[in-house]
C-alpha cells in the first residue's frame, strides 16, 4: 500500500467518525424552528400586512440616505459601487435593462421589505421601522411616484401605484 493511499484510508477513517459524533449534530437550528422565529418572518406581501407601526418622510429620508445609503448608490442615487436607484423608468426593454426602483420593482411593501432586510450591506436588519418608511418614501419621491413633501406609513405604504406594478405575471395569488 502506497502512503498517500493510506492517508487517505486514515482521513476517510477519521472523518467519518467526526461526523457520526453527537456533538456535532447539536449545531444549528432545525429550519422549521427557524420559520417560527419572529425575526426571520417577517415578509411584506403587496397588501402590506405584517408591515410594523411607524412612519417616516421624504425629507428625512434624504438624511439618511446621505449618511447611510450615499457612499454605495451615489450622492445621488443613480450608482456608485452598487445598482442605480433613481432613473431609467421604461427602461427594461432595452439591450441594457436598468432595473431602477421605479422602472422595475412592482410594489412599494417590496421596496420596503428590501431594504429592512438587506440594507445597508455591512449592517442588514440595522434601520428603525421610521428609518425604512423614510428612506423609502426619498427614493419613491426622487423618481416622482409620491409628492416630495410625502409621509409614509403602513396604511399609506402598499396604496403606493408603482410604474411597474403590472410588468410581473403571477405565480402565485397575490396575498
Request: proline content about 10%.
Amino acid at each position: 500500500m502506497s502512503m498517500a493511499y493510506k492517508l487517505l484510508l486514515l482521513i476517510l477513517l477519521f472523518s467519518s467518525y467526526a461526523m457520526a459524533n453527537p456533538v456535532y449534530q447539536k449545531l444549528g437550528i432545525p429550519a422549521d424552528e427557524i420559520s417560527q422565529q419572529a425575526q426571520w418572518n417577517i415578509s411584506i406581501p403587496p397588501s402590506g400586512k405584517g408591515l410594523p407601526q411607524g412612519q417616516g418622510s421624504a425629507q428625512k429620508g434624504a438624511e439618511i440616505f446621505a449618511m447611510q445609503c450615499a457612499a454605495c448608490h451615489g450622492p445621488q442615487a443613480i450608482g456608485g459601487s452598487a445598482e442605480p436607484l433613481m432613473g431609467e423608468v421604461g427602461s427594461l426593454g432595452g439591450e441594457y435593462p436598468e432595473k431602477t426602483v421605479a422602472s422595475y420593482w412592482p410594489y412599494a411593501t417590496t421596496l420596503f421589505d428590501y431594504i429592512r432586510r438587506a440594507m445597508p450591506i455591512n449592517a442588514p436588519f440595522s434601520l428603525t421601522a421610521d428609518e425604512v418608511y423614510s428612506l423609502s418614501a426619498y427614493l419613491l419621491s426622487q423618481d416622482g411616484i409620491i409628492p416630495a413633501n410625502s409621509t409614509l406609513n403602513q396604511d399609506s405604504l402598499p396604496k403606493v401605484i408603482m410604474p411597474n406594478r403590472d410588468g410581473f405575471i403571477p405565480v402565485y395569488p397575490i396575498p
